[in-house]
T-cell receptor, first 114, second 108 residues
Framework: EAGVAQSPRYKIIEKRQSVAFWCNPI?????LYWYQQILGQGPKLLIQ????????DSQLPKDRFSAERLKGVDSTLKIQPAKLEDSAVYLC????????????FGPGTRLTVT | DAKTTQPPSMDCAEGRAANLPCNHS???????VYWYRQIHSQGPQYIIH???NNETNEMASLIITEDRKSSTLILPHATLRDTAVYYC?????????FGAGTRLTVKP
């Protein structure tokens, strides 16, 4: 089965610019997650979707980050405007549902803000 | 904050068993212990999870102490491809909080 797809794989932008990341989860997976992983740290959950509804966005910096999953399949994560401290790998993961034990992660998008 | 404590790094000889410890002294009765690993430049990969009984699958074994305050992930015959960061996570359908993990290096 195809895994979680993410694009782009790498992105370099200047601070105050905007950027968007795209994620296509595994077919049939109802739950989708976005994580931020800063170098040397473990991933940190930003937002969790169940179908097209938000389950948890308590750690999403809502003044600059937004995410959507309009049709309950693909998802986009946007940062506007970007700050230097947003430099990180942004990981998308999906699971069959919110109670499924296994999350499947994509390869991530490495963002560098200069 | 992560609810687990792991050593920052460990080495293991190729072909030998790798035993990765994890302390989770504040675990609640309905929280599971999960293990993921992250190979360089890849997303994390699920390994195994358990509640209170020992578990085994094709990748690893999970040994949970009777008081559930600690656990050990066992890779029975480590290979060079097992070199990765291993994350121990306590989870109960809330957000999965990854700590810094243990960087396991398998050496030839």
């Amino acid at each position: 089965e195809a895994g979680v797809a993410q694009s782009p794989r790498y992105k370099i932008i200047e601070k105050r610019q905007s950027v968007a990341f795209w994620c296509n989860p595994i077919s049939g997976h109802a739950t989708l997650y976005w994580y931020q992983q800063i170098l040397g740290q473990g991933p940190k959950l930003l937002i969790q979707f169940q179908n097209n509804g938000v389950v948890d966005d308590s750690q999403l910096p809502k003044d600059r980050f937004s995410a959507e999953r309009l049709k309950g399949v693909d998802s986009t994560l946007k940062i506007q405007p970007a700050k230097l401290e947003d430099s990180a790998v942004y990981l998308c993961a999906s699971s069959l549902n919110s109670r499924a034990p296994e999350q499947y992660f994509g390869p991530g998008t490495r963002l560098t803000v200069t | 904050d992560a609810k687990t404590t792991q050593p920052p790094s460990m080495d293991c000889a190729e072909g030998r068993a790798a035993n990765l410890p994890c302390n989770h002294s504040t675990i609640s009765g309905n929280e599971y212990v999960y293990w993921y690993r992250q190979i360089h430049s890849q997303g994390p990969q699920y390994i195994i999870h358990g509640l209170k009984n020992n578990e085994t699958n094709e990748m690893a074994s999970l040994i949970i102490t009777e008081d559930r305050k600690s656990s050990t992930l066992i890779l029975p015959h480590a290979t060079l491809r097992d070199t990765a960061v291993y994350y121990c996570i306590v989870y109960n359908n809330n957000d999965m909080r990854f700590g810094a993990g243990t960087r396991l290096t398998v050496k030839p």
